[in-house]
């Protein structure tokens, strides 16, 4: 069974910083592109990051690039988020999500149940 | 970016209905479209892909239609497990925009 497993969120001021993680199970890791995916509270979904599969092609949303890092430990299989410079409007349930290709794009087929990062002072 | 503008953004229906969901795209996305569920405190569901293709495991009851910027996303009979928020995403480009989201509430 495809498990992907969130944590390390929490309570961190305005310009702070905090790591999350994603554990995942029940698949070939190595195999699959990786995503962050977050959604505000009250809002809908918003595409943060992703990752291939080898950690080596990195891509963000404008609005964290170069605030935020996403990585991965194949040999762990564990995908991570390095958030920096925290905004009190990144308040937010951080989703990872594992992806798959289609002959029309990319789908998120499995994901997490999300972790709570609140930005607050 | 693409836009994805989705209507209505809530509803009401009784259990067996049929609902109808829309979602239009600013740019011509083809068939790149999906359609996920998600439900308070769990893990978004992905239901169909390439804008009607129906993800393994997913019931018969959901399907998608559309090409080019208009989408529509159906469920034939609902029932008491589908009331969630459902989403449209175009998988055309990057970001991958998902739509605001459309709230479907027993009546």
């Known amino acids: 069974e495809v498990q992907l497993v969130e944590s390390g969120g929490g309570l961190v001021q305005p310009g702070g910083s905090l790591r999350l993680s994603c554990a995942a199970s029940?698949?070939?890791?190595?195999?699959?592109?990786m995503h962050w995916v977050r959604q505000a509270p009250g809002k809908g979904l918003m595409w943060v990051s992703r990752?291939?599969?080898?950690?080596?092609?990195?891509t963000y949303a404008d609005s964290v690039k170069g605030r935020f890092t996403i990585s991965r430990d194949n040999a762990k299989n564990t995908l991570y988020l390095q958030m920096q410079s925290l905004r009190v409007e990144e308040t937010a349930v951080y989703y990872c999500?594992?992806?798959?290709?289609?002959?029309?794009?990319?789908?998120?087929?499995?994901w997490g149940q999300g972790i709570l990062v609140t930005v607050s002072s | 970016d693409i836009q994805m503008t989705q209507s209505p953004s809530s509803l009401s229906a009784s259990v067996g209905a049929r609902v109808t969901i829309t979602c239009r795209a600013s740019?011509?996305?083809?068939?790149?479209l999906s359609w996920y569920q998600h439900k308070p405190g769990k893990a978004p569901n992905l239901l169909i892909y390439?804008?009607?293709s129906l993800h393994s495991g997913v019931p018969s009851r959901f399907s998608g239609s559309g090409s080019g910027t208009d989408f529509t996303l159906t469920i034939s009979s609902l029932q008491p497990e589908d009331f969630a928020t459902y989403y449209c995403?175009?998988?055309?480009?990057?970001?991958?925009?998902f739509g605001q989201g459309t709230k479907v509430e027993i009546k």
């Open positions: 740019q011509p996305i083809a068939r790149y």
């Open positions: 990752v291939n599969s080898d950690g080596s092609v990195t």
């Open positions: 029940g698949f070939a890791f190595s195999n699959y592109w």
């Open positions: 995403q175009e998988t055309y480009s990057t970001p991958q925009t």
């Open positions: 390439a804008a009607s």
């Open positions: 999500a594992r992806s798959t290709t289609t002959i029309f794009g990319v789908v998120f087929d499995y």
